[in-house]
């Protein structure tokens, strides 16, 4: 960690004024006495205080949040809420600076490239920014430009935190119960992929692939002549934000559909494709008029293998018909429940937990309207 020694200090000082140093002690990062200070100002929820820090900390940050935000297998309901608004808290760049990428990686001048370009951005995110432009051809896209430096940026702290991550480990048992490596290099290995916009055009065009017989579903389609390694141009195509109820009621949306048609896009990507939007958030997914679901961002996706597929659907099948040591087993191969796990104490909390629910109105498999041929 001394060859980042700056940006150590850095996370720690920012850490220590919202009153988190506790966080770095508990992984075994030594940090200097003079940074182990209270927060200032107003007394807040502590997972208001480590949304701020991130936030303060820069775009790596901004996204690790945003990844742990999904994670409620991690982190209590609370963390997770708040967490969430990284997504809507991300202020944009100057229009001169995007424009300026757009140039230099078409090497193009911007009037040759698009013949409207609103300097506006529609969204800011911790790694681009989306701004709407017309063609010459008259089709209306949207430009979503890699923030110029974001790169660099993020593999200096990429490094850093595996360094923070490896030293956690030897130090700290609760680094190493929580596999932080293991972590970390999944988290590094994601927002690399994001990085490439050329990765992202071949995310949307596989889904677009895999769903051409799902007509409920929309992929906005890639024009790849206006596409590099940091500018991504799709088909703007605007819908109702899924999650604003009042709109899609004024639109006489049939939330019921709704409600099954979400869940069954996520469910056949992950069982029948074993290729899945990683980041289902709701400001990725709209709905159309005619009730067509929109789905929006591909920078994170996911892949499933056969043998996981198989297990996904056996585990809750086992636990359905309350068969837990069979369940068990599921976990097991799917390395959820490690070998050293106190067998019948976690058969006891299944059972619990299988009676606190039993009877409770649900969404079954079959609702979800999933035929035997896509379970297989």
Request: glycine content about 6%; aromatic content about 8%.
């Amino acid at each position: 960690m001394f060859a980042h020694r700056r940006r150590v200090l850095e996370i720690a000082g920012v850490f220590s004024k919202h009153g988190l140093g506790w966080l770095l002690d508990h992984l075994g990062v030594p940090i200097p006495a003079r940074l182990r200070r209270a927060p200032r100002g107003p007394e807040l929820p502590t997972p208001v205080r480590l949304r701020l820090a991130l936030e303060e900390l820069g775009p790596t940050f901004i996204k690790l949040g945003r990844i742990l935000s999904t994670r409620d297998d991690l982190l209590p309901p609370d963390y997770i809420a708040e967490l969430a608004l990284l997504r809507e808290r991300v202020p944009p760049i100057p229009a001169e600076q995007i424009i300026a990428e757009i140039e230099r990686s078409f090497g193009r001048p911007l009037g040759e490239l698009f013949a409207t370009f609103d300097p506006n951005p529609l969204a800011s995110a911790s790694i681009g920014q989306v701004h709407a432009a017309t063609p010459p051809t008259g089709t209306s896209v949207i430009v979503k430009v890699r923030k110029p430096g974001i790169a660099e940026m993020i593999e200096e702290d990429l490094a850093l935190l595996r360094e923070i991550a490896d030293f956690a480990s030897r130090h700290s048992p609760l680094a190493r119960d929580y596999d932080l490596v293991g972590l970390l290099d999944e988290f590094a290995w994601t927002i690399r992929s994001e990085l490439d916009y050329r990765r992202e055009g071949r995310n949307a065009d596989r889904f677009r692939t895999l769903l051409v017989d799902r007509p409920d579903i929309v992929i906005p389609r890639v024009f790849w002549h206006r596409t590099t390694e940091t500018v991504l141009t799709l088909r703007r195509i605007d819908g109702i934000p899924i999650d604003r109820i009042e709109e899609l009621d004024r639109a006489r949306i049939d939330r019921h559909a709704l409600e099954l048609q979400a869940p069954r896009f996520v469910l056949d990507c992950v069982l029948v494709y074993g290729f899945f939007h990683a980041d289902t958030h709701p400001g990725n997914f709209a709905v159309l008029p005619d009730g067509r679901l929109v789905v929006y961002d591909f920078g994170m996706v996911g892949r499933v293998d056969p043998f996981v597929r198989a297990e996904l659907v056996d585990a809750p099948l086992a636990f359905i018909r309350n068969d837990f040591d069979a369940f068990i087993d599921s976990l097991g191969r799917l390395r959820i429940v490690r070998h050293e796990a106190d067998r019948p104490a976690l058969r006891c909390e299944l059972q619990h937990l299988a009676e606190r629910y039993y009877g409770l109105r649900s969404v079954s498999i079959a609702s979800a309207k999933l035929s035997p041929t896509s379970l297989a």
